[in-house]
Nanobody, 115 residues
Framework: VQLQASGGGLVQAGGSLRLSCAASGISFSRYTMRWYRQAPGNQRELVASIGSGTSTSYADSVKGRFTISRDNAKNTMFLQMNSLKPEDTGVYLC??????????WGQGTQVTVSS
């Protein structure tokens, strides 16, 4: 199983980035997919999730700015991040969870927002 996150980078405050998480080795459409982020010295934080039926939820801190989506035909999840703030800085990790309890993590992609 592989979850490959990409799309991070350095951006000025107010800018946008689009993250991708490409999955292999799982029946992607059957998994709830999530984005987490972790900043130095902070706990890992759930940013957004999308169910197998495409229902979505967001952390209060990103509502109205971030949009999570998925393309089951391409086994890929996305996170469109707009109006970025310095506090959005961190390593963004993708996570896949099946309802029977299988959980997989990908490596992270670094997002840095300068003020």
């Amino acid at each position: 199983v592989q979850l490959q996150a990409s799309g991070g980078g350095l951006v000025q405050a107010g800018g946008s980035l689009r993250l991708s998480c490409a999955a292999s080795g799982i029946s992607f459409s059957r998994y709830t997919m999530r984005w987490y982020r972790q900043a130095p010295g902070n706990q890992r934080e759930l940013v957004a999730s999308i169910g197998s039926g495409t229902s979505t939820s967001y952390a209060d801190s990103v509502k109205g700015r971030f949009t999570i989506s998925r393309d089951n035909a391409k086994n890929t999840m996305f996170l469109q991040m707009n109006s970025l703030k310095p506090e959005d800085t961190g390593v963004y990790l993708c996570n896949a969870e099946h309802q029977i309890g299988l959980v997989y993590w990908g490596q992270g992609t670094q997002v840095t927002v300068s003020s």
